[in-house]
């Protein structure tokens, strides 16, 4: 680990580039101030230029890391609500040459945008995604989201919520992704490693962030979490030991990745029509005169 703060030290200059100076609307002691830290540090760490990464994130407080990251320098897409997976998707398999690294809130990815994760899992689309899980829809003002604890009180179900949580790691799981992890954002060096993993991963690499938030989750405040949470000592070895490592949200939460496959051949390495192209999508449509097709549309 102090080989990793002295390595940072000396990319100081490139660490900056993704530091943005815009004015945060994030409240104070929220999650996403170490989860954006972890998320620079990685991938300054494994050695990416910023011209080389896409950041794309979802409408909600964590869709804010966009106006974080550094302007002059970082590309970051700010998509629809609930939408983020498609729009990143499309990124990756476009110019692979690019590392795509999305973003969604509990609220946007497990409701709206449920069915982009289940297909985006099943494709296996060569990225990475940062599941924001605090537990409720922030910016809206904490409202009940799928991953909210029964029982609690929220804005707009102030007799508490009535129905069971999802367990999102566990459904990616069931799902068949190739890549699981749950980390907390109060760690940020362990958050970092697994993100470091996620991003040499070959296809769908799914992060589960078990998010504080201060203002409107009362469930699982910072001291919730380092009472009952603790980084696994290795990685579950088959998919139906991870699955029962993923289980419990209640009294020993386990972090770190839960489960990959290595071998995984991701959808543009399935592509058998693209076998032997070493051209990327994104270059080649750059050869086609598109301006009559346009026409037809105006
Ligand atoms: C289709 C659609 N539905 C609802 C909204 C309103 N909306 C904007 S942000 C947000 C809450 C986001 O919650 P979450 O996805 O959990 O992210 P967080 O703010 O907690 O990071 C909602 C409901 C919207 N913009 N678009």
């Known amino acids: 680990m102090i080989e990793d703060y002295k390595k940072l030290a000396e990319l100081k200059k490139e660490y900056l580039a993704y530091e943005g100076s815009e004015v945060i609307t994030w409240c104070s002691g929220c999650g996403n101030y170490g989860i954006q830290k972890a998320i620079e540090r990685a991938v300054v ?3 990416y230029k910023p011209k080389d990464v896409l950041f794309c994130y979802d409408i909600g ?26 729009v990143a998707a ?7 040459n690019v590392k795509v690294i999305a973003a969604g809130g509990d609220g946007g990815t497990m409701s709206e945008g449920i069915n982009h994760l289940v297909h985006t899992i099943r494709n296996d689309y060569p990225m990475i995604f940062i599941l924001h899980n605090n537990e409720n829809y922030g910016l809206t003002t904490g409202q009940a989201s799928s991953t909210t604890r029964r029982g609690l009180a929220m804005n707009g179900s102030p007799d508490g919520v009535m129905m069971e949580p999802l ?7 069931n799902l068949g992704a190739s890549f699981v992890a749950r980390v907390y954002s109060g760690d940020v060096k362990h958050m970092t490693k697994v ?8 296809g769908f690499a799914f992060v589960e962030v078990m998010q504080v938030c201060p203002t409107y989750n009362k469930a699982t405040p910072v001291e919730w979490y380092e009472e009952r949470s603790a980084p696994l000592k290795s990685t579950p070895k088959t998919r ?4 029962k490592a993923a289980r419990d949200m209640e009294k020993n939460m386990k972090l770190g990745v ?17 076998k032997d192209v070493k051209s990327v999508p994104v270059d080649e449509v750059k050869r086609f005169n598109i301006s009559e097709l346009i ?3 105006m």
């Open 45 to 47: 760490l494994e050695g």
């Open 61 to 86: 407080c964590h869709g804010n890391g966009s106006d974080k990251m550094g302007k002059t320098e970082v590309y970051t897409l700010h998509g629809l609500h609930g939408r983020v997976l498609p």
């Open 90 to 96: 499309g990124a990756a398999v476009s110019n692979p």
């Open 167 to 173: 367990n999102c790691s566990e459904f990616a799981l």
């Open 195 to 202: 993100l470091r993993a996620a991003l040499n991963h070959k």
């Open 240 to 243: 139906s030991d991870a699955l």
């Open 258 to 274: 839960l489960y990959q496959d290595k071998k995984t051949v991701n959808f543009l390495d399935r592509l058998v029509n693209r």
């Open 295 to 297: 026409k037809r549309f």
